[in-house]
């Protein structure tokens, strides 16, 4: 199986910077792709980028377009979000996950249901 380990989340000013990192370990090779996944407050949880592992072909929900940036490590089996020009409105725990299939086509792959195994979560909080 995969296992995924979050870090990097803190507090942060608005218009600062933040850099995320999830770990991947176990059955990597089955990894397809991995995806940013965010959940504020009072909020559901709602897609931010995905990374194709093979390409390192990115996607992103257009609320973090021009911002946010997910990149990979081949050697490290690691995914990064780097996350500039933060808003008060990014305040919410990161999810990093996995996509073992790697079949879904448009707005399919952005879905939670879709993921097959989730890190734990780190709290990003942009004060103002």
């Known amino acids: 199986q995969v296992q995924l380990v979050e870090s990097g989340g803190g507090l942060v000013q608005a218009g600062g910077s933040a850099r995320l990192s999830c770990a991947a370990s176990g059955r990597t090779g089955s990894v397809y792709a991995m995806g940013w996944f965010r959940r504020a407050p009072g909020k559901a949880r709602e897609f931010v980028a995905r990374?194709?592992?093979?390409?390192?072909?990115?996607t992103y929900a257009d609320s973090v377009k021009g911002r946010f940036t997910a990149s990979r490590d081949n050697a490290r089996n690691t995914m990064y979000l780097q996350m500039n020009a933060l808003k008060p409105e990014d305040t919410a725990v990161y999810y990093c996950?996995?996509?073992?299939?790697?079949?879904?086509?448009?707005?399919?792959?952005?879905?939670?249901?879709?993921?097959?195994?989730w890190g734990q979560g780190t709290q990003v909080t942009v004060s103002s």
């Open positions: 996950a996995a996509d073992l299939q790697g079949h879904c086509i448009g707005y399919g792959c952005f879905a939670t249901s879709h993921y097959d195994y």
């Open positions: 990374l194709t592992w093979s390409s390192s072909s990115t």
